[in-house]
């Protein structure tokens, strides 16, 4: 379990996601919608605020249902297992995944596959699997 402050800062991780978007991997990846991937809710302190938006709550609000518990006074919070994992908001039909945030989902979620892991090393991710598989077809065609 982890401590973090309300206003954690993960401009390092957004800053090479959004570096990374001419990365010709992306123009190549296709999301399969299988969830695998939505093992925990990413937490970063700008998508806090749009998912509190969207969910017409407060930031704490938003914390104490999906993340963890709210400490110190109202100035950090804890992180519970059993609230982000698996996340919350991952939804179902059948084989088929969608996100029920999807259009303010935090950056992690953004950024993978290619830009970051955000905690789902391991995963074998379909999507990025074919990638790959195609670049490799690629450069042995030219090579
Ligand atoms: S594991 Fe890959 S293909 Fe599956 S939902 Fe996540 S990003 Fe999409
Ligand atoms: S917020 Fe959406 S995309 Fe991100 S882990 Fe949860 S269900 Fe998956």
């Not at 379990?1 to 954690?8: A, V």
């Not at 939804?91 to 303010?104: E, F, M, P």
């Not at 935090?106 to 999507?127: H, L, M, N, V």
Request: hydrophobic share 30%; proline share 6%; with cysteine.
């Amino acid at each position: 379990m982890g401590r973090y402050t309300i206003n954690h800062d993960l401009r390092e991780l957004i800053r090479q996601g959004h570096g990374m978007r001419q990365d010709r991997r992306w123009d190549l990846f296709k999301c399969h919608q299988c969830g695998k991937c939505c093992v925990e809710l990413p937490y970063d302190p700008e998508s806090i605020f749009g998912i509190a938006k969207f969910l017409e709550l407060d930031v704490p609000q938003v914390i104490e249902k999906y993340y963890g518990r709210i400490v110190n006074d109202g100035k950090a919070w804890e992180s519970e297992d059993q609230k982000r994992k698996p996340c919350p908001f991952l939804r179902a039909d059948g084989a088929w995944k969608s996100c029920a945030i999807y259009s303010v989902r935090p950056e992690g979620c953004k950024s993978y596959p290619f830009d970051t892991d955000c905690g789902r090393a391991g995963i074998d991710c379909p999507g990025a699997r074919i990638v790959y598989v195609k670049l490799k077809r690629g450069r042995s065609l030219t090579s």
